[in-house]
């Protein structure tokens, strides 16, 4: 036997004398197999009778095993066949374990652990019995996750879990999601839940983490079950539990797909000839280029989307090691995960490594070790998927140029070269080349992220009496982000007269978090079930970062990699940052049942965090449930098999203060740009007290009603459960805006808002038809539920923050603009001339005027008004499985339904796609014509009177509903004899479509739009928002513009065990 | 048994290790906090933004319209005429006297000046506290502080009247509370109002005696670091305009000290640093702007848009000096005779026709009406164009340019004319020339908005020709006082305070400023001395218009002729201000005093804002 240590120190700031990280890596080899001397062989079965492939069959207390074959038959040597004691194990069935009592044949019934609430399920910092479970919270097995071949937790997560919202905010392949608990509570802080990955929170990008090495999700969704973490509970938490390695043969698992990723939406814009029609329309005064009038004449229509969409792919493998024996188990898995997309340039690739070893010394402890490592490339993700308007940051962007050039210009030149300037207008000739460019000259440009992670977590165990347990857990993450930008000069994204340019981004993330937790559990007097948990943990993080951006690189194919080589220009920018945060914690937790019957919870955490300047706060909860089932009373009927209450209440807080916040805002930038002046020839740089400190911050706390009903129904053919909640959220945190005589001009932060959160959840899981011998059934999944979001208060006698659009009253997501009536029609002119509009222009309600009455006169005072929000009046899912013989069938249903989004794709100003001035192409919308009076869009119009934009982005809102199926599998588990031929223990093939189509989206259907789930966040690829909101920030409203279109994709796979 | 041993040994170590508690200690790297200004060079730091901000008070588009619109020199140009909306609405409002509190224009002066004062206040406290540092750089950079607190409550209660000195956590003491009040009397209390504005000349006076005793005597060579002069110069000026103010407790007193003050710097130029150039020209010539007349400058680096906070160097509403732009008329509307284009574009000389102030009729007719004895009218005004192009010679846009040029004409030849009458203007156009001439009937006003085309003389003073495009900012530091006007300074209070003589002496200072008017390069002895001689003034002469006609003439467009104006009493405003045509009808005492922005009256927490608003908004 072997063991390695490895001892790390790591020093802060260079003076710290204390040792604040160890590293111990247990590598056990196993023990050599035990002599046979006898034999024992016999059949597995399953709950219908049919033999089982693939169970684990342990000798116990020995390595000694094997498993089942593909009719379920199995031989196993034994030494004593008289004393041995065989362990029966499988997924989703219970372990028994059978005294084999001399006996040389042994046929076992597997029993399948339908039983939903006698399910093991995950809780901060241990397990627990579903029955015993009082806090609120939902678990996806790997099963479920195993259905949809997602690229990420946060798509495995997508409807699939009631009071969980999962938004895309992103098009690019790599692009990550939004995941909301139960609605937004912060306006300057993260909503983000927690993730805890192996019991170690989990800092940073959920995508590191490779889906296929997750054995379960579960999400703690009320104060009662998040209590235990605190001041970082209140955005819900995030268990995630990967796959471990079991004593037994070692089984070697191969998860592959390929896939192939299609258009399934097209934009559809103006043709040709409609295209000219508008122009024309438009009255635009520049002509057509010399190109398009030839166009005109040969009847060209130049389809720009199909020359530049091509098919991607997207493939995964996975390849897993797993065993044990005795005393050691281990897993050793690698993967390879890649997309692309549809549009050249962009693609999303990711290799990872995992490895996890537990060993058991002797009988009372347990050593662990835990390694994933991931390495990603996302290219295409920062200026070639949309057009960024960060001040500063690269432009480019293709979908628009795409979107917007001319049909009636060549592609090609006569040569067959691409034709470098198609726009159909003078300025864009000079400065927007022909997207062609940016597929073929590959090497003009560089858009890539780089990631790297490893994130270990190592445990001790030790179990000094019975039932008592000291455990040890620690964390080890690092990860790396390297991003690299160049674009070349007199390439797609640089004009000729442009220089070309570089930027490097580097940003390292370093945390360590130690844990050592006492559990307790003793049964008194029979009825009396107690377990104590306590905690002390401690976590230290730091993240920093360098850029360096350069231009006039001496030569293009230096691209990023030298930024001195460059000519010396002022254009040279030098950016980094720094920050470091730590969290000591206690946390005790009793749980405590009479009978079975009578549960309650007792959390108490105490958190100090370094971000504070009073850094202790404790957090209380408590919840009881009744098992109602339990009762004698309920003894006598069938139809209710499990029922039981919880109530719960508690106190937690999101980690909503920034490292430093309380130091005070001393800043070298006035409005982004840093303080600079000059004495003569010299240089200075300034700084200025643009905040003030406060030292009173506070984190933001959050206390949870919870109320939940648990129920089985018909022998648990349907389990299920239903959830009130009410969260209220005060102290809000809020920039406060202070009069320029304090001397400030920044606003500070400080805790005054209030926010409420409430909601019903509903979940339900059916067998609908179930069969015995191997027939037809059907079990289905359905979660249904809303939240409702609303601001109480913000800062003292505010009512709205329009900047940042917030309103007292309404959603965090308000959508405060002008209300668009319609368009001018042409009976109209009269009272339109009044506004100084015409007919044909949209038509906006004047709501109020300086007087309190309408005024006549279309301002952004008065005349804004909460015309809606985004929140969805309810959303669910409904995943339907069929399987017959070794045919298994399931589709995955979301739907969402109210609300409003954002389509800056339909704001003139937002994109400048639907402008119809005769500039550009965009959008086939219907607009407005003396002859086809459409109340939607304006007539095109090139000299446009006075005001009339100011109501452009009323164009931008439409119903949010859709009904999607995500999904459709189908799969078929070969036979194990067929399988076993080839070695394997077992094969499974499936066929899926992702995101086949729509079911319903008025968006869609009416509008004109591609998809209705978000592009984006914030104003990502809009020029002009219009109107306030959210674009700043961590929670940023959500958007869709002019982004890579919806790709459908049709994907072929294989599972297979050996 | 050995992993026992070995585990509990790593337990025991690993137990032990999160004892440590600095875990809960920040020790920011990247985040500065108020400690940042008690190091040296932190100090020295705050002391450049100081400096800095000045930038948002000289040369950009929001403060012009503040300090000059609506006066007797400057009105609204044509652009705020044709088109008032946007950045230009503010303009025409200012120029009438149509003024609300909404206006963002207010903010730029009002926004701008607390944070630097409550920045020179932390400066005062810190850096006597600062070991490191020798006593004399600490009463050096002492000084530089109370200048810059001094320049900035000036630049406040020039605009909005009296300003508090409290910002929430004392007078003149460094903010440390999160106040959201406003300490500042309310509307009716007119008495409580006199008091804090006599605080604040206090304040001023006594920062500003204090740095005029302790800044580098000398004013540094090729820079404008501060020095004694400009410090003496606010003094003289703040001491007279208190005399004037009402809330002097001894107006014979300030003169007098006002009169010391400019005097000190007129008597001794030499151990000043500065000097009265011989060319009135040359102290706004291109590269010459560090000559000894200008004391004291706003600085900026031609074409260095990093040094110059310029993110946008085509905006017109951050930090960008446009105060060449601002003032020049749409040279692009005229053409030739035979209807070709003069002008392809914008070249750098002659700057981006903004076209947001036009010199009054007033300053260009009456002020300026002897054109020809006094040099200071077209070393002013740019009333000769040429023909050019801003396409590079030989491209081809520039040929095709080139070949609808009247016949005969180059580049370089006149491309039209706004002659100093309209006898001229009717001679040259009477000659057989390919060009026009304009005389004065014939330049665009806001009394005639129609005219065409839309051209004025625009004052040339701040011309930047080293500029990346024609729409760009300029890169040229912005003078904020000049040596000529310390003199006009001491004569003013000399007349005022019937000191030395009174307006005997203040003849004589005048006299000094006119007789250096007159010269112009190329000019022979007699016609030099003739013309001297033309332009002496006598005692009888002076009055306090004359004085101001005077600062007109010397001072044109130099940003503060509108505080020159208000500062000088309820009577002098309304009747200067009625020289101008546009403003005269809409102009009200209360005008005198800004409105407080309406974004500081949203912000205070008090049950009725606007009973903090000045009288008469």
């Known amino acids: ?680 020839t010299t240089k200075v740089v300034g700084y200025l007290p643009a905040r003030i400190p406060d030292k009173s911050l506070d984190w933001e706390y959050t206390n949870t009603w919870n109320v939940g009903l648990d129920f089985g129904l018909l022998e648990d053919r349907i389990t299920g459960s239903v959830e009130w909640y009410n969260a209220q959220t005060n102290n809000l945190l809020f920039n406060q805006s202070l009069p320029i005589s304090s001397g400030y001009q920044d606003a500070y932060e400080t805790n005054v808002g209030k926010v409420e959160n409430k909601g019903i959840e509903v979940a339900i899981s059916a067998n609908i038809i179930t069969s015995t011998d191997g027939g037809f059934t059907w079990s289905a999944d359905f979660n249904w539920f809303f939240n409702r979001n609303k601001l109480l208060a913000l800062g003292a006698g505010e009512e709205r923050d329009i900047a940042n659009g917030l309103h007292v009253g309404h959603p965090l997501t308000a959508i405060y603009n002008y209300k668009k009536l319609g368009v001018w029609q042409e009976d109209e002119a009269d009272l339109a001339a009044e506004y100084g509009q015409i007919p044909g222009q949209l038509k906006i309600a004047d709501l109020s005027g300086p007087e309190g009455v309408p005024d006549g006169v279309f301002t952004e005072e008065h005349d804004r008004t909460i015309i809606g929000d985004q929140q969805a009046d309810w959303q669910g899912g409904i995943t339907n499985r069929f399987t017959y013989k070794g045919f298994d069938f399931s589709f995955v249903t979301y739907a969402r339904f109210g609300g409003l989004l954002m389509s800056y794709l339909h704001a003139p100003n937002g994109a400048y796609l639907t402008n119809n001035n005769g500039l550009r192409n965009g959008l086939d919308v219907e607009y407005w014509t003396p002859e086809n009076r459409s109340n939607w869009f304006p007539a095109p119009n090139s000299a446009l009177p006075g005001g009339a934009a100011n109501s452009w982005s009323t164009l931008a809102y439409y119903d949010a509903s859709f009904i999607r199926i995500r999904s459709i599998n189908l799969g078929y588990t070969v036979p194990g004899s067929i399988a076993s031929r080839i070695g394997a223990q077992s094969l499974r093939a499936y066929f899926t479509v992702q995101n086949p189509f729509l079911l319903y989206a008025p968006y869609v259907t009416k509008w004109n739009g591609v998809d209705p789930e978000p592009t984006g966040q914030g104003s990502a690829g809009i020029v002009s928002t219009g109107a306030g909101f959210r674009t700043g920030g961590v929670n940023q409203n959500l958007v869709i513009s002019a982004s890579t279109p919806p790709v459908r994709s049709f994907i072929f796979g294989i599972n297979v065990t050996f | 048994m050995k992993y026992y041993k070995i585990l509990l040994t790593a337990l025991a170590i690993i137990a032990l290790a999160p004892g440590c508690q600095d875990i809960l200690e920040e020790n920011p790297r990247t985040a500065f906090t108020n400690d940042y200004f008690m190091t040296p060079q932190g100090a020295q730091d705050g002391l450049n933004t100081g400096y800095a901000y000045l930038r948002y008070h000289y040369g950009v588009n929001p403060t012009l319209a503040l300090n000059i619109s609506g006066t007797d020199e400057f009105t609204y140009g044509e652009q705020p005429a044709v088109n008032s909306s946007g950045d230009n609405l503010p303009h025409k409002l200012f120029g009438t006297y149509d003024i609300n509190a909404e206006f963002g224009f207010l903010t730029t002066t009002f926004n701008r000046t607390f944070p630097i004062i409550n920045l020179m206040n932390g400066l005062i406290e810190f850096i006597p506290e600062i070991g490191t540092l020798t006593e004399s750089a600490k009463t050096e950079m002492l000084a530089q502080a109370r200048y810059l607190r001094a320049h900035y409550f000036y630049l406040l209660v020039a605009q909005f ?116 150039l011989q060319d009135f020209g040359d102290a706004y010539k291109q590269s010459n702007e560090y000559n000894l007349e200008i004391m004291f400058a706003a600085e900026r680096i031609p074409l260095d848009n990093v040094n110059n906070e310029y993110t946008n160097p085509s905006g017109i509403s951050d930090r960008e000096n446009m105060a060449a732009s601002c003032f020049t008329s749409n040279y692009e509307s005229v053409s030739f005779r035979n209807g070709t284009d003069p002008i392809d574009g914008r070249p750098l000389l002659f700057q981006r026709p903004l076209r947001k102030l036009r010199p009054t009729d007033w300053l260009l007719n009456v002020a300026f009406a002897d054109k020809v004895n006094d040099s200071r009218y077209h070393n002013s005004f740019r009333t000769v164009y040429t023909v050019a192009s801003i396409n590079p010679a030989g491209s081809a846009a520039y040929n095709t340019w080139l070949d609808q040029l009247p016949a005969g004409v180059e580049p370089g030849d006149t491309a039209f004319v706004m002659t100093d009458t309209d ?176 974004q500081q009256l949203d912000r205070i927490n008090v049950s009725n804002p606007a009973d903090y608003q000045n009288p008469g908004y």
Request: a neutral charge; one cysteine or more; glycine letters at 10%.
């Open chain 1, 1 to 680: 036997m072997k063991n390695v240590a490895l001892l790390r120190h790591m020093h802060d700031r260079g003076r710290s004398r204390c040792l604040t990280l160890l590293i111990l890596l247990f590598a056990v080899l196993l023990s050599p197999a035990v002599r046979a001397q006898n034999s024992v062989s016999g059949t597995v079965t399953d709950e219908n009778g049919v033999g089982m492939p693939g169970v684990n069959i342990l000798l116990k207390n020995t390595s000694t095993g094997t498993t089942s074959d593909a009719n379920g038959a199995y031989t196993l040597s034994v030494p004593d066949a008289s004393d041995a004691v065989l362990v029966f194990s499988f997924i989703g069935y219970n372990t028994q374990e059978v005294s084999l009592g001399g006996r040389s044949t042994l046929d076992v019934s597997m029993e399948p652990n339908v039983r939903a609430l006698e399910e093991i399920v995950v809780v901060g910092y241990g397990v627990q019995k579903k029955s015993d479970v009082t806090g609120s919270l939902v678990s996806v097995n790997s099963e479920a996750l195993r259905e949809v071949p997602v690229a990420n937790v946060q798509q495995a997560l997508q409807g699939r879990a009631a009071g969980v919202e999962v938004q895309r905010i992103g098009t690019a392949p790599g692009a990550t999601a939004r995941i909301r608990v139960r609605g937004e509570r912060s306006i300057l802080g993260s909503n983000d839940p927690l993730i805890v990955l192996d019991g170690i929170p989990f800092e940073g990008s959920i995508s590191d983490i490779n889906p296929d090495e997750i054995a379960t999700i579960n999400v703690l969704k009320d104060a009662s079950a998040t209590a235990i973490y605190g001041s970082r509970g209140a955005n819900g938490v995030v268990i995630i539990t990967t796959k471990r390695g079991e004593s037994g043969e070692t089984r070697v698992t191969l998860n592959s797909y390929y896939g192939v990723t299609t258009v399934s939406k097209k934009y559809d814009l103006f043709n040709a000839e409609e295209y000219a029609t508008m122009r024309d329309r438009a009255g635009f005064t520049e002509g057509y280029q010399p190109e398009e009038i030839e166009g005109l004449a040969l009847g060209r229509n130049t389809d720009w989307q199909d020359l530049m969409y091509e098919s991607g792919f997207i493939t995964n493998h996975n390849l897993g090691i797993s065993g044990g024996g005795e005393n050691g188990r281990y897993a050793v898995s690698g993967g390879y995960y890649k997309e692309t997309t549809i549009l050249p340039g962009q693609d999303y690739s990711r290799y990872s490594l995992k490895t996890t070893f537990d060993n058991d010394i002797g009988k009372r402890i347990k050593v662990g070790l835990n390694s994933l490592n991931s390495l990603s490339y996302a290219n295409g993700s920062q200026f070639v998927n949309q057009q960024p308007n960060t001040p500063g940051a690269f432009g480019g962007g293709i979908m628009y140029p795409i979107l917007s050039m001319s049909p009636l210009m060549p592609a090609y030149d006569d040569q067959g070269e691409i034709f470098r300037t198609p726009a159909g207008n003078q300025t864009d000739r000079t400065q927007q080349y022909n997207p062609l460019l940016l597929k073929h000259e590959t090497d003009s440009w560089v858009d890539q992220i780089r990631r790297f992670r490893t994130f270990n977590s190592a445990y001790g165990e030790v179990e000094i009496i019975d039932g008592l347990k000291y455990r040890i857990n620690l964390g080890f993450d690092f990860s790396q982000v390297n991003s690299a930008q160049f674009q070349g000069q007199d390439s797609y994204f640089r004009s000729q007269n442009q220089s070309n340019r570089a930027r490097v981004r580097n940003e390292e993330q370093l945390s360590w978090t130690v844990e050592n937790v006492l559990m307790y559990e003793k049964t008194f007097a029979d009825d009396h079930r107690l377990t104590f948990t306590g905690l002390y943990s401690a976590q230290k993080a730091r993240t920093w970062s360098t850029m360096v951006s350069k231009d006039s690189i001496t030569a293009d194919f230096i691209q990023f990699y030298d930024l001195g080589s460059a000519s010396p220009t002022a254009n040279h920018l030098l950016n980094g940052g720094e920050s470091t945060w730590g969290l000591l914690s206690y946390m005790a937790r009793v749980n405590y049942a009479f009978k079975d019957r009578y549960l309650a919870t007792f959390t108490f955490r105490s958190d100090g965090s370094s971000r504070l300047a009073e850094q202790w706060h404790n957090y209380p909860a408590v919840a009881v449930g009744w098992n109602i089932g339990e009762e004698a009373f309920m003894a006598d009927q069938n139809f209710v098999s499990a029922l039981k209450l919880r109530v719960g209440y508690g106190q937690t807080s999101n980690q909503a203060v920034n490292p430093y916040s309380t130091r005070g805002g001393v800043t070298g930038t006035n409005g982004g740009v840093p303080i600079r002046y000059n004495y003569g």
């Open chain 2, 161 to 276: 009247g009296a300003v508090p000195t409290d910002q929430g956590s004392g007078h003149l003491v460094f903010n440390t509370t999160p106040y959201r009040g406003f300490n500042r009397p309310t509307k009716d209390d007119t008495e409580g109002m006199r008091e804090l504005l006599a605080l604040n000349y206090q304040v001023m006076i006594e920062d500003l005696e204090f740095a005029s005793q302790n800044l580098r005597k000398a004013r540094p060579l090729r820079e404008f670091r501060l020095s004694q002069a400009v410090a003496l110069h606010l003094l003289s000026r703040i001491y007279l305009l208190r005399a004037y103010s009402g809330i002097s407790p001894n107006p014979q007193a300030d003169f007098q000290a006002s009169y010391d003050a400019a005097m000190k710097i007129v008597n001794d130029p030499a151990g000043y640093g500065v000097q009265l």
């Open chain 2, 423 to 598: 006898e001229m203007a009717a001679a040259l156009n009477a000659a057989d020339k390919p060009y026009r001439a304009y005389g004065p009937s014939a330049w665009w006003s806001p009394v005639n908005p129609a005219q065409a085309p839309q051209i004025y003389p625009a004052l040339k003073k701040f011309d930047d020709l080293q500029r990346a495009t024609g729409n760009d900012a300029s890169g040229r530091p912005m003078p904020i006082f000049k040596f000529a006007e310390t003199y006009l300074l001491a004569a003013e209070a000399a007349l005022q305070g019937n000191i030395n003589g009174g307006a005997t002496e203040a003849a004589r200072l005048i006299n000094i400023i006119r007789e250096r008017a007159a010269y112009r390069p190329g000019l022979d002895a007699t016609t030099l001395n003739n013309r001297r001689a033309s332009m002496q003034i006598t005692a009888a002469d002076v009055d306090l218009d004359f004085i101001l006609d005077e600062r007109a003439r010397e001072l044109a467009g130099e940003g503060s002729r509108w505080p020159d104006l208000a500062m000088r009493g309820e009577s002098v405003f309304l009747s200067r201000v009625a020289l101008n045509d546009e403003a005269a009808p809409g102009v009200k005492a209360h005008h005198r005093i800004r409105p407080i922005p309406q």
